[in-house]
């Protein structure tokens, strides 16, 4: 057991400082409530909350969730109470137990997330903005805007323009696109601070016995373990490509030797994301592995360790 | 909200006992404090396949009966179907092997203030529950009968010490292998008017507990079913088995089976909705 009490765990979105590298991902955390019964959430970096959308949204019919070799396919929808009831709900309460909050928005159209963003700039006590741009689980995939390269700067223009002030701006990516470079490009031009990479993969199981696919909606986001390579990739390719911008790592997290190959790709924090479902203190683990394993490694700090994958 | 786990531990828990009783597995774990907050109608939920596994989410287990102490301390006992490949793991195991387990989880059966009669109908091994909830209910003074159905004379669950709990006990198999051949349903009437039943609980497959629902609805009789609904991750937090049911004001939401549930007002949950979103469901 390596000691060292002066280990930097800090990491920077934008003008925020957060305390943790490890996240919990958005729709992974339930409202906070129901994952504080199990560790402290100031333990987090921040809770990044489920996407809001303006309106409620009853998610997709059940089945929503099929388990797939080292992961899942969910299909939620984006089920929520809408931005309004979310304000008074879930904030308040988060806030209250010193958790810090990124709020995750999700619109279905760039002036919907220009109004989340009007609606939140006001809101005390918020440490970020996550704009779920790449949600596979909707009717018409002409909405995944992180599919379109317009598409995605408009809407981070969007937020931009409307939320100001100091809160950093994440916009979530999609792997499910050619180049995400160039993805990311338009957004980190268009104002995002830093990008969260990356939401899940669209899949689908078929149920051989009744002829069907197994989901009610048909398809749903591949998570879990299966897709860590994937995530790896996006990672060290965009910032092979944008040095300067911060990266939230995020796809099959699990243990902390999961998260040093993201920080080693270039990530400078991770998302606990489905492996929540199956180990609820998933989180407090890979914190305490990324400490442990990068200071065996001669780490004195994140920040460090941050993209030497690509060093010659 | 109904709760939030507030009791709920995640421990690695030993076997200590693993039995085959017909179709299923009885299994004790011996689980410390866990078992003090365990009520009938709460679930705990256990990683399989050990820590190599490709199987990512937990399986999640309605508790068969609990003890606070004994010679293993806190005890739980499940009744396990070895179904799919993560109950198999499960059943495979043996004694003092550890799994991680978490619990316990979720609403539990309401139990009456007064002494009422009390029928008590579970379908395979979700009569697991029933037996613990049986338990509770005798020594509130309550008269308790019991239904216990399934396909086949095998798949009944109602051991000795169970069956003790209960002042009636009818068993029915659609082959007609053991008991009346038939359904759950099919007697439900006549117990009904015989021991004047005041409030019903079940536990079982869906479409057993919608027609136990209807039958309670016919008689005006209250009804607390323990809903299924695969789950990924038993606390909360996945959003993946929901069902719509009818909050106090009458609006349709689709709410947890695992933190809301299982433990749900029969009458609230709508039992029609196959793979839609029924209509008027709040933000469809």
Not at chain 1, 18 to 37: M, N, Y
Not at chain 1, 81 to 91: K, M, N, T
Not at chain 2, 59 to 71: M, T, W
Not at chain 2, 248 to 274: A, F, H, L, Q, Y
Request: charged share 20%; aromatic share 6%; glycine share 12%.
């Amino acid at each position: 057991m390596v000691e060292n009490s002066n280990f930097d765990m800090r990491v920077k979105f934008g003008q925020k400082y957060f305390d943790s590298p490890v996240f919990t991902a958005s729709g992974c955390a339930g409202s906070g409530k129901e994952l504080s019964q199990f560790f402290p959430l100031t333990e987090l970096g921040a809770v990044v909350t489920k996407s809001i959308a303006l309106k409620p949204r009853s998610g997709r019919a059940t089945p929503r969730m099929a388990e797939t070799p080292s992961g899942m396919l969910n299909s939620i929808g984006l089920q929520g109470p809408g931005i309004d009831q979310f304000l008074e709900d879930d904030i308040p309460w988060l806030v209250a137990n010193q958790a810090r909050v990124i709020v995750s928005i999700s619109g279905e159209s760039v002036d919907d997330y220009a109004s989340l963003a009007r609606r939140l700039r006001v809101v005390p006590g918020l440490s970020g903005i996550e704009v779920n741009i790449s949600c596979p689980n909707v009717e018409n995939r002409g909405l995944v805007f992180a599919c379109d390269p317009v598409a995605s700067r408009e809407v981070i223009e969007a937020v931009r323009r409307n939320i100001g002030g100091e809160l950093p701006i994440i916009a979530k990516l999609s792997p499910d696109v050619t180049d995400i470079v160039q993805i990311a490009g338009e957004v980190i031009s268009a104002g995002a601070d830093a990008l969260a990479l990356i939401n899940t993969l669209l899949g689908m199981v078929i149920d051989i016995d009744k002829q069907r696919p197994k989901l009610a909606g048909k398809t749903g986001g591949l998570s879990g373990p299966a897709i860590r390579p994937v995530a790896v990739r996006a990672i060290y390719q965009v910032h092979s490509a944008f040095k300067n911008t911060p990266i939230l790592g995020m796809g099959g997290v699990s243990c902390g030797k999961d998260a040093l190959e993201m920080i080693f790709a270039g990530a400078s924090a991770v998302s606990i994301g489905t492996a929540n479902f199956g180990n609820p203190t998933a989180a407090i683990k890979v914190k305490k592995e990324i400490r442990e394993l990068l200071l065996e490694r001669g780490f004195n700090s994140i920040s460090e360790a941050v993209g030497v994958a690509h060093n010659e | 909200m109904t709760g939030i786990n507030r009791k709920a531990q995640q421990r690695s828990v030993e076997i200590i006992s693993n039995k085959k009783v017909g179709a299923y597995h009885h299994m004790v774990f011996a689980v410390g404090d866990m078992a003090t907050f365990a009520k009938p109608g709460n679930f705990v939920a256990i990683s399989v396949g050990g820590s190599n596994s490709s199987m990512i989410l937990r399986r999640a287990f309605a508790i068969y009966r609990s003890s606070d102490r004994g010679q293993y301390g806190g005890t739980i006992e499940l009744v396990v179907a070895p179904h799919g490949q993560g109950s198999k793991w499960l059943t495979s195991l043996e004694i003092h092997d550890h799994v991680d387990m978490v619990g316990p989880l979720g609403v539990s059966f309401g139990i009456p203030a007064q002494p009422v009669s009390a029928l008590l109908v579970g379908g395979g091994y979700g009569s697991a529950p029933l037996f613990g909830l049986a338990e509770v209910l005798k020594e509130r003074g309550c008269r308790v009968d019991m239904i216990l159905g399934a396909s086949i004379a095998g798949k009944i669950y109602a051991p000795l010490e169970g069956k003790r709990s209960v002042n009636s006990l009818t068993v029915t198999t659609e082959d007609g292998s053991t008991g009346s051949k038939g359904k759950v349903t099919d007697v439900m009437p006549e117990l009904i008017e015989k021991y004047k039943t005041e409030i019903i609980y079940s536990c079982g497959p869906m479409p057993m507990l919608a027609a136990v629902d209807s039958i309670a609805e016919q008689f005006g009789i209250m009804h607390q079913c323990a809903v299924e609904e695969s789950m990924a991750c038993g606390i909360g937090v996945c959003m993946t088995c929901v069902l719509p049911v009818k909050d106090e004001n009458g609006v349709i939401k689709m709410t947890r089976s695992c933190i809301d549930g299982p433990v749900m007002d029969g009458s609230r949950v709508i039992w029609s909705s196959n793979r839609q979103i029924p209509e008027g469901t709040w933000g469809a």
